[in-house]
């Protein structure tokens, strides 16, 4: 994990100042409220971390958006947890919810962080997945919480045990530690990665502080609320929102084979790490409360297999999907973007399909070379996009005038086209040629830059039987020669390579 330098300036002041702050309010409190003053910083730290999550949010546009209104969501959870104890004070009940409320809360803080870390959050995974993924953080969090009572009220007393609460805290939150680490570890995109660094200052300080806290704080040095040890609490939350306050883009990770490998292995692992952590903790849980671990044993088994299903599902759309963007595409680069006719690239695939058949079946082939007449002055005088629709109405005339359908009409180039005949013998072409130099006459499109103001075409006409497969390349030359012949013959007339000029108009 890198951190820029306003990263480690923002990481050391932020904590530092709440935490000297939070200790002169210990120290200068009157007697008996330092324990109060205290709790209020340790409150107020989550929020901050809670609106810095959901600033994040708010920034980000990437979709897993959702990973940091989780995370704002689950510091919530924290804020509750510490401030249950005053709600507890005063509501006396003793329904085990009141009583084991700040427990419940403080367990429940990590479904969020586990949902983030199992899920993929990628752009196209689908919605059915997340939520059952979040069900499955959601059981954990609730089976967990159950392990916790049986657990820490083991020997039958309705008096929690803090020796036992504090190692499960650790595996709760060695547990979350390691699933972001993998996950940081494996983030591909920017953002993924900006998410589960910052998680992962969090989570890091979060294991150590909370550690002490329950071991040696609570447990061992029996320290009272409001004591200077406290000032600890604060800081993961503290911690978590000096990282996300600058905004660096950070180095983007190069898409070596490497991380590809492993971005995919964790993104697909996790949530099977999620699914064996609810059937061990069912299954730990059977124990001493049968029902409830069985359940959780079939939540993870059900879970797992219903994940799989929709996966499996999404695969099958997916490919569908593909494979009709696939031919579409295909025949997207067949296509001219301009006239909608066929393009250079089908024309060379179908000159040389033709020129093939005829040889197999000793057939002709004929190749009609069109160019508009006066085309620049057209674009000179009425502009570029008189000239683009003249070319959009010429296409379209022309094929209209194709009426079998082993005919093409492709864009040649620029103010040209090319027509292939296949099977068709000369007269066949030259009437063929013919034809169209009199739809597009009859069609009465204007050409504002040629001399009769009407727009018109010349057509070079080549035809023969192809005996080898480069004779296609001889037809084409042999077409533009006429063509050429054509256009010096006066324009608006049809040449035969075999002939020269037979029509003038
Ligand atoms: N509007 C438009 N113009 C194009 C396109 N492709 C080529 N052109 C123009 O077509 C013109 C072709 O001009 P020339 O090759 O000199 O031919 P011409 O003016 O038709 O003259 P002749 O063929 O001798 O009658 C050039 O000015 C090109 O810029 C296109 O896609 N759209």
Redesign the pocket.
Known sequence: MSASPSRFAALALVPLSYAALHAAAILLAAPGSAGALSLGFNICAPALAMLAAWRQCLRTSWRPADGWSLVGLAFLLWCLGMAAPLAQERIASASAFVRYADILLFVLYAVPLTWIAASPFRHRNSRAVQLVDGALALALGVLFFKLTVALATHDGSAQISAAYLAWLFDVENLYLLACIRLRHWAAATRAERELFASLLVFASIYFVVAAFNNHVATLALNAEPGSLLEILVPLPFLAFVAYTLPTPLGKKRTEHRALVLRTRYVRSASPLIMCVAVLGTGLALAHSDYAFGVCGVLVAVAGYALRNVLREVRHVELRAMLRSKQSELEALTLVDG?TGVANRRALDLALERDCRTAIRNGQTLGVLLI??????????TSG?????E??RRVAQTLSECLKRSEDLLARY???EFVVLLPGIDRLGCATMAENLRAAIEQAELGNAGAPSKRLSI?VGVACDRPSVLTDRLVLLRDADEALYQA?RGG?NRVALAWEGVIKEC
Do not use: T
């Open positions: 301009l160019d508009i007449d006066f085309f620049k002055l057209l674009n000179d570029h996009q008189a000239g683009d003249s070319l180039g620029g103010e010349s256009k324009r």
